[in-house]
Each structure stands twice: as structure tokens, then as C-alpha cells.
Nanobody, 127 residues
Framework: QVQLVESGGGMVQAGGSLRLSCAAS????????MGWFRQGPGKEREFVAG????????AYADSVKGRFTISRDNAKKSLYLQMNSLKPEDTANYYC????????????????????WGQGTQVTVSS
């Protein structure tokens, strides 16, 4: 059974950086679009960043453009999110997700396009 496990969350001061990782086990990784979502306190889960199966295309929420970078290493079955210049409003539980369909070059930005989710890792940014 395929599992996604996030790591790298923690507490950081505003302006700081964190690097999140998502490790996939038990199934295919390289053929799927991958994404990061987050859910802050009292908020709905929202798209953060996505990357196509080969890394050729990426997409970002406007709120994180220029600060966050998504990447992947298919040989290691891993997904990453480098987060710089963190703000208190970035505080959330961050989830990685795998697309429902394989072999697509599209970068999906809605939850409906993703069918497999990790448990999340908490990021807290203090002011």
C-alpha cells in the first residue's frame, strides 16, 4: 500500500526557513504529479505548490510565490518544499499529495485532483 510521510516541520521565527520532505513508499511515485497543501487554524485546506511528474512544470499559490520552491527526486521517491522568508500566516499543517492520474504533465492545483495524502507536518511561524 502506498504511503506518503511528511517531515521537516517545526517552529521558526518570521523570516526564517524550513525544508519539508515527503517520502513515498510502497508504490509508484515518479509517474505522478505531486503537490503540497496546507491547512491553517480555522481555515480550509489550500493549495501551496505542485510539480509535474518529471519536474518540468511547477505551480505556486500567489501567497508563496518567490518564497517557496517545490522540487522532487524520483530516484529517492521524495518530494520537497523549501520555504524561505516565512511569515506568521504560513503557520499551518502541511500535507503532501499524489495525483489521482499518472503520466500527466499538468500541475494540479485543486484538492480534487489528488487521491493520496500524507498525515501532515506542522509548521509554526512566530512573529
Amino acid at each position: 500500500q502506498v504511503q506518503l510521510v511528511e517531515s521537516g516541520g517545526g517552529m521558526v521565527q518570521a523570516g526564517g526557513s524550513l525544508r519539508l520532505s515527503c517520502a513515498a513508499s510502497g508504490g509508484m511515485f515518479s509517474l505522478f504529479t505531486m503537490g503540497w497543501f496546507r491547512q491553517g487554524p480555522g481555515k480550509e485546506r489550500e493549495f501551496v505548490a505542485g510539480i509535474s511528474w518529471n519536474g518540468g512544470r511547477t505551480a505556486y499559490a500567489d501567497s508563496v510565490k518567490g518564497r517557496f520552491t517545490i522540487s522532487r527526486d524520483n530516484a529517492k521517491k521524495s518530494l520537497y518544499l523549501q520555504m524561505n522568508s516565512l511569515k506568521p500566516e504560513d503557520t499551518a499543517n502541511y500535507y503532501c499529495a499524489r495525483s489521482r492520474a499518472a503520466s500527466t504533465t499538468a500541475v494540479l492545483t485543486t484538492q480534487a485532483g489528488y487521491g493520496l495524502w500524507g498525515q501532515g507536518t506542522q509548521v509554526t511561524v512566530s512573529s
